[in-house]
Nanobody, 116 residues
């Protein structure tokens, strides 16, 4: 059974930092591309950052230079370090695992709220 368990969300002031974690189980983590997406109230879900099985990364323009995605194969975990947070970063953040072939898997999401 595939499980993606996100953690690390919460309330933070503008300019602050958070680190999200997504622990994966039930998959061969090393061959999966991993990603973080987010969905703000009333908006469509959007890609935030991706990392391939080989470690190549890609970011949405809105978060470039502020967010960093990384992965730890020993822990089957993908991280999203978020710095210089803005109110517009407020959203539910979802972890995604995409295999070389077939459908991807989603976590349950973790709320990030940026507010003073």
């Amino acid at each position: 059974q595939v499980q993606l368990v996100e953690s690390g969300g919460g309330l933070v002031q503008p300019g602050g930092s958070l680190r999200l974690s997504c622990a994966a189980s039930g998959i061969m983590f090393s061959v999966y591309a991993m990603a973080w997406h987010r969905q703000a109230p009333g908006k469509q879900r959007e890609m935030v950052a991706t990392i391939t099985s080989g470690g190549r990364t890609n970011y949405a323009d809105a978060v470039k230079g502020r967010f960093t995605i990384s992965r730890d194969g020993a822990k089957n975990t993908v991280y999203l370090q978020m710095n210089s947070l803005k109110s517009e970063d407020t959203a539910v953040y979802y972890c995604n695992a995409r295999p070389p072939l077939g459908s991807s898997f989603w976590g349950q999401g973790t709320q990030v709220t940026v507010s003073s």
